[in-house]
């Protein structure tokens, strides 16, 4: 009886110390918030509207808090959410993409990502990573899959989170030269403090999208759950800039699916944001794969420049 009302007060205990952790810091990053708001053109995605920057900015301000950035709940909710469930569907896909060939070089890749901002890591026979790592490197897999890999050395990433799909491709990838992120200020100084961690075996930039020239041009745009999510000013503003100076071309969307039975909807989506049909038709050579394992019933891949 004494240790079931030792476990039931010790969970209690947990929930509450939780609870005043949560409470604590919801009121830090709206002092931080307070802090850092500009005025100005609104260059938020749908994701990264609430908190998100200001999570970001406490990052900046607190070693201990870099430290163990991918486990701030705040942070959770835009980045690092894969669950276990979702982190095996992208093991799968793993083997799948590396059939025949040694795990070691994507297994290694994967504890490298893990190594900095103490994410919550999942326990499988190989080891233990975390699911975020799992789902760059499929992506790294099913891009090698898709196109002449060794012609890829100039890669452009719009909305890069805290810049780990680039350190898998410095990682995995030889034949990169130059991989960029294009992010909002405050996320660039979290990608340059995270990548910084490590000796690079690329040349890598973070930038605002104002600091990039006209007509320069990139072999591959990787843009994940990122660009789909910008107001359409925006996308435009990218679509010229990168977009379509990219000769290949991997976009993981969340909006703008055109269903035939959503005509409504899709017009209405339409002055929001681009939707499939519009970048279909827009950029050349441009079609739709599935995502696998799929996030959210309407996503999908908008892919270019295959051979
Ligand atoms: C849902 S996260 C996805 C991050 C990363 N692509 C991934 O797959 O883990 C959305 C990303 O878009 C970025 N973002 C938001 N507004 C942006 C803007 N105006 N320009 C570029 N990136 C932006 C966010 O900072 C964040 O890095």
Not at 15 to 20: G, V
Not at 44 to 64: N, P, R
Not at 291 to 307: A, F, H, Q
């Amino acid at each position: 009886m004494q240790r079931k009302m030792f476990i039931v007060n010790n969970s209690i205990y947990k929930i509450l110390k939780k609870l005043f952790f949560l409470i604590f810091d919801f009121i830090y990053l709206y002092r931080v918030k307070l802090k850092t708001q500009k005025i100005g053109e609104n260059k938020h995605s749908v994701s990264t509207f609430i908190k998100y920057t200001a999570t970001v900015q406490s990052f900046l301000e607190s070693d201990k808090r870099f430290r163990r950035f991918r486990q701030s709940p705040f942070y959770k909710i835009v980045l690092e959410h894969v669950n276990y469930d979702l982190a095996q569907k992208y093991l799968k896909q793993v083997k799948i993409f590396s059939d025949g060939q040694s795990f070691v070089p994507y297994f290694d890749a994967m504890v490298r990502n893990d190594r900095v901002g103490s994410p919550e890591l999942y326990k499988f026979d190989f080891g233990s990573v975390s699911g975020t790592s799992l789902r760059y490197c499929k992506v790294y897999l099913e891009i090698k899959s898709l196109f002449d890999i060794n012609r890829i050395k100039d890669i452009a990433e719009i909305g890069g989170g805290y810049g780990g799909q680039a350190l898998i491709f410095d990682t995995l990838h030889k034949p990169l030269a130059k991989y960029r992120i294009f992010d909002l200020p405050v996320v660039i100084k979290l990608i340059e403090l995270y990548i910084n961690s490590y000796y690079l075996n690329s040349s890598f930039s973070a930038n605002d999208i104002n600091s990039l020239c006209k007509g320069r041009s990139f072999d591959l745009v990787i843009s994940n759950y990122a660009f789909s999510e910008l107001p359409r000013n925006l996308q435009e503003i990218y679509m010229n800039k990168v977009i379509l100076n990219s000769r290949c071309g991997y976009l993981t969307m969340n909006t703008g699916l055109v269903n035939k039975s959503d005509k409504m909807i899709s017009s209405e989506n339409k002055l929001k944001r681009y939707t499939s049909d519009e970048l279909i038709k827009k950029i050349r050579g441009a079609r739709l794969i599935r995502e696998v394992p799929l996030t959210s019933k309407n996503n999908y891949i908008i892919v270019w420049g295959t051979n």
